[in-house]
Each structure stands twice: as C-alpha cells, then as structure tokens.
C-alpha cells in the first residue's frame, strides 16, 4: 500500500498539498503497544467509562488527522478501540466492582473551559488516551515528513507570510515550510509571490528552531528537469530572463536557474554584462548535473549557428562593386564594423566621407543599418573592404566649375590650428584659409582669435587644385586693403610719428596705424655709430618719428628711417674735401687687409696695408687709438668709401724737400757770381741739374744739425 502510494506521488507532477500519509502494519502494532502500556488504573475503570474514552479518541483522531489532510484513520482507530474495549471487559469480569466516575471527552472538556467552567478533572484513563493519541499523530507526521523528504515529493504550498529571510509557507504539516528568500526573486530584486499565493514546493529538512526548510528551485527543478533534457539533448533553444549577475557570467530563469558563462553571452567578448539584466535571450542547454541541481546554458552557438547560415548566403553573393545593406556593429577611432549578414566588413574612415571626419561617430553609430559597397573582398582571409562614399559622386570631379576663383563662398569652420583654418563649403569640399589670408594686419597671433570651429564665415576663393584635392581661401580680400592708399597717405619723404612695437636684431618695427608697421633696419638708425641692435637707440613702447623711405603695397612693406632726419655727415665730408688732401685721423679697427681710420665724426675711411708704410719704406705701426696723417687718395660719394695713405704723405714730403734744396742751391750759386757775369750763370744751371740724393741727405743732416745747435 505505501509503495504504490508513493509511485504515485513520484510520477504526478505537480503534487497537491493533500497527501495519504503511508499508514501500514508496523503503525498499527505501534498503536496496540501504545494502549497496551495504559497504567492499571485503566484496567480497574467500567466498561461504560472504557467505551467513552475509545470513543474519545476515536473522535479526537479522526479530527487532528482530518485537520492534516491525512488518509483516513478510522481502520486503526476502531482497531484500537476494539483492543481497549475487549481488554476493560476481561477486567471487570476479574476484578470487584468500584464506584463509577464521570469522565468526559477531550472537545467535552475544551468545550467547558471555553464556556468559562471550572477546570475538569482527569484522570489517568483521559491521559493515557489522550498522550496515545498525540504519540499517534506525532507519528504520522513524521512519516509523512520523512517521505516527503526522501522523495523529493512536490508540495503545493500556500504563503503565510514574508520575512526578510524567508517566505513562510503552510505545506499541511503542524509546521510551516521555510522557503530561503533569494529562492523567489526575480530581475528587479523583488519576490515573485505575495501573501495568498500558491507555490510549489519540495521539503528537504525539518529545523532546529522549528519549521521545515523547503526549497522552491528543487520543485521547478522536478517539474522542468525533463524538459530540460529533452531539449539538451535535441539541442534544442529555449527562452530565459536574465536574473542577475554572479561571478563569471549571468543567472538566467529558464524554469529553473541555470548558469551563463560570460564567454557564451555573444560571440565576442563583452565587457558589460549589467546591460542584460532584465532582458528575454533564447539559449541552448549544454550541461546538466540532476545530482547536483547545475544547469549550464550557451547563447553564442545559436548566435554562431545564426552567423554561419547567415554568412553562407552573403558569400554566394557577395563580389567586389556589389552593394549591400549592413548594421553597424562596432566603431573604432579608425572606422567601423559593419555585419553584412554573418560576415563582418570594415568601412574604413577615409570611405566614409568625400570630406574629412574626426571620428566615424560623426557618421553613423551602432545599430545603424546603412548600404554600403564591396571594394575588396580576400575569399582565403575572409577580409572585406567596404565604403560608403562611394555611391555619391566624387564632388572634387567639377569644383573648379562650381568654385571660380574669385567667387564669394560661405562655409561653415570644421577646424582651426597654427596656420589657419578649415572650412567646409558642402559635403566632401572644404577648404583652407591661411592664417596670412585672415586679415590684413600682422599682428594677429592665432587664428583661433578670428575664428572658432562651427562658425558660419564667407570666404573668396582664391585657388582650386581638384587632383590635390584643396581649395585656398581668403577673408581679408572682403575687407578694405589699407595697404592700397598708404603710397598715398604716406609718400615717400614724409615724416611720421609712431609707438616702437618690437626690437628685432636686423631693426625695430614701428606701428603707425592700427594694423600698419613700418621698418627701421638698423642701418637707418644713426649716421655716425655703427648700430649693433636697435636696443642701442630705441626702447619699446616709446615714440619715435620717421621718415618714409619706401612703400611696397603688393609685399605690404614700408620703410622708415630715424637717421635721415638729421643732416648726412657724409655727404658735409664729400662737400669740405678733395683727393690730395692730407688730414688727421684715429685708428679704429684693424684688419688683415688694412687699417678703418675715423677722418671726421661718423665719417670712416681705410688705409691699406700697402699704403700703411713711410718714406723709407718701412711699414707704421696702426695701433688702435694711435693718430696718424693720411693722405686722401680715393674718393666716392655713391658709396660712402674713402681711400687713404700714410705712404702718399712722405712721397710729398720728398718732393718739397728736393724744391726747397734746389732753391737754396740757386740762391747760393747767385751770390758767388756777382762779378763774373754770364759765367757764374751757366756754372749754376749745370749745378742744379747735377744734384744727387747724397747731396739731399747731406743736406737735409746740415739742417738738422743748426737746428740741434739753434
């Protein structure tokens, strides 16, 4: 009897809460030891007394047992009673007969208690039946659990209540089952059942403190384990809500909870599986342990099966120039991934746009679906490049016929760096506007200061080169050029007043309108000191006067002087003195060529080595500092040069030597010859000509000698 009614619970699926508890014979000899050890003041009680207290407990069973939902008891009750009955009778044929004493059943007595009675008396007859019948229940119970529990039987269950640990749950037994909370929550974190509902349910121990732990997995467990295998084993997919995430993967409900590994979500990896959470996936089962209750589940070989069926038809199709609808799958900072249907395309950021673009977000971005075209397909690799610009119209093909040069464009700045800035006159088409073509001052430092990128700015087109690809275009040929008027409003010859703006080492610059700098090169600064750096003679920030010297327009150039202003000391010197003339002059610098020697105040002019020599010949030392006599010998005004010669000086000397000697050889000839008449006049012609150096140098130490005498 209990083995075909426990065949039966195992086979049903699932299992209500009212079970036949398996009562056998072994229960029965239970019972009739359980009377059979009633104390003898039993034995001595009337038959009458006997009957009522069988009776009693006859009723008080049937009515725990019906409480439990339990088999009907009444074939062992009434066998107990039969046993009691037969057992006072046998006593009182034996024994005297004593004074009978009321005695009333258990609801008799709980009656009279609750109708506020005094308290019933008992005696040991009430007992005996009563901890027998209690011992019965106790027993039947246990049983019941016991089979549940080895079993595994299915229970459906009613919620009491919920704690913050468990669901409590009343399961037809004295005491409640304990579901464990996680059991029963679902994606968002909250229980799937409220007070009330019915859920199914398989005890596995009763508690120390009371109650039975039972377990709501185990239960789904019986109920889909079959149907899990099935479709193991057909491999075919079923549909789960991803729970959670756990170490290494996610819990997906597929009836039961089974287990996803984070390398079976997707065919690639993922990064983030938070993103899953709460989402319906079909998955096939891979694993199953029944012993240990573990489901292991794949999504990626249905997504691999999909991909390959899907990568066998594109394959048939696919050829270089065909064209095909894709979804972007992924982006990188070079381009984007593009699933063809099972085969994965690269779009290449330079074929994405005709233009430029900073990064393919610009374009598309994941989940787009987007048409694109094979431009190189690798059967062996399985690579293909794909583009997207080309299925419009290269628009560079006619720019020189839509962009003339000297049309006025609009645009709209896509970027802006040291040199100028990139502006976007239609897709595909920008161009660049030099940082010098910004505006006509010279002042601007960056070109950010003008312009910053998404600015709409109008531009002129100023050249087109469609093989490479570039358009120049300008923003200061829209404004007035006040380079254009400046030969006018500053000729050459005027004088004008301006702040020094910068020092350089070859001039200073010098700003006389706004945006309008003048240069005063160096050698402009000053006729007579030979000017190293404009620092020398100007400072930055002060106001200085110029004269124009030049204006070029076409290179925006304009030419100032400082030194003009004042009188040309060369053009004094050229004026005051000739070739041949002897002057006075300091040594300044030496060479290995010769000597610069200072004649005049800012006046500078060179003695060559050569001519570095007195009359003897012999080389004079030039000193810096030393002072000298020097012979003009060259002279040219154009140039601003000035040749001179130590050497020329003693030349000169000599000459006037000798006509001074000759002179005083003639006057002393005419003395001696006063009486002699035309004689003495020839003997002093043939004198003079006859006149050696020897007579000069003796001459000229006479002389020397008066004078050392003198």
Partial sequence: MAEHDQTSLNESTPLNTTLEPPFNEATAETTSAAIDSTP????????????????SLVDETFGETAQHGLADPIPQVAASAEAVSAEAAASESAAPPVAARPVVSMPGEVRAMAAGGAEPEYDADDFAAALASFELEQAAEKDAAQAMTQDEVVVTGTVVKIT????????????????????V?????????????????????????????????KALRHKVWDKLEEAANTKTPVKGMVLSRVKGGLTVDIGIKAFLPGSQVEVRPVRN?????????????????????????????LLEEDQNAK????????????????????????????????????????????????????????????????????????????????????????????????????????????????????????????VSEMTWSKRMKHPSKMVKPGDEVDTIILSVNPNDRRISL????????????????????????????????????????????????????????????????????????????GVEPENRRLSLGVKQLQPDVWDTFFAQHRVGDVIKGKVLRTAQFGAFVEIAEGVEGLCHVSEAVNEFGKAVDMEVGSEHE???????????????????VGEEASRAEVESYKESNRQGSGNKGGGKGQGSGSSSSSSSSSTTLGDLLNWKKAEREDADNN
Avoid: C
Wanted: hydrophobic share 40%; no cysteine.
């Fill in 630 to 648: 020097f012979k003009i010998v060259k002279m040219s005004q154009e140039e601003k040069k000035v040749g001179l010669s130590i050497k020329a």
């Fill in 40 to 55: 003898s003041t039993h034995e001595t009680a009337p038959a009458e007394a006997t009957h009522v207290a069988a009776s």
């Fill in 273 to 301: 599986l938070d993103g899953y959470i709460g989402t319906e996936i079909e998955v096939r089962v891979i694993k199953l342990n029944k012993k240990r209750g573990n489901v292991v589940i794949s999504r990626k070989e």
């Fill in 311 to 434: 990568k066998e038809v594109t394959l048939a199709s696919l050829e270089e120039g065909s064209v095909f609808t894709g979804v972007v799958k992924n982006l990188t900072d070079y381009g984007a991934f593009v699933d063809m249907g099972g085969l994965d395309g690269l779009l290449h950021i330079t074929d994405m746009s005709w233009g430029r673009l900073t990064h393919p977000r610009d374009l598309v971005n994941v989940g787009d679906e987007i048409q694109v075209k094979v431009l190189k397909f690798d059967k062996e690799k399985q690579r293909v490049s794909l583009g997207f610009k080309q299925l419009t119209p290269d628009p560079w093909l006619d720019a020189t016929e839509r962009y003339p040069i000297g049309a006025q464009v609009r645009g709209r700045v896509l970027s802006v760096t040291d040199y100028g800035a990139f502006v976007e006159l239609e897709q595909g088409i920008e161009g660049l506007v030099h």
């Fill in 185 to 217: 929550l679902d994606h968002t974190g909250a229980p799937k059942f409220a007070v009330g509902d019915t859920v199914e349910v398989v005890v596995e121990r009763e508690e120390k403190e009371g109650g039975y732990l039972v377990s709501h997995e």
């Fill in 164 to 183: 913050d640990k468990h669901v409590v749950v009343d399961i037809g037994l004295k005491s409640e089952g304990l579901i464990p909370l996680d059991q």
């Fill in 474 to 549: 300008g923003m200061k040929q829209l404004q007035d050029n006040p380079w254009e008027q400046l030969e006018d409003k500053y000729p050459t010859g005027a004088i004008i007043e301006g702040r020094v703006r910068n020092l350089t080492d070859f001039g200073a610059f010098i700003e006389i309108e706004d945006g309008i700098d003048g240069l005063v090169h160096v050698s402009n600064l000053s006729w007579t000191k030979r000017i190293k750096h404009p620092s020398e003679v100007l400072k930055k920030g002060e106001k200085v006067k110029a004269i124009v010297l």
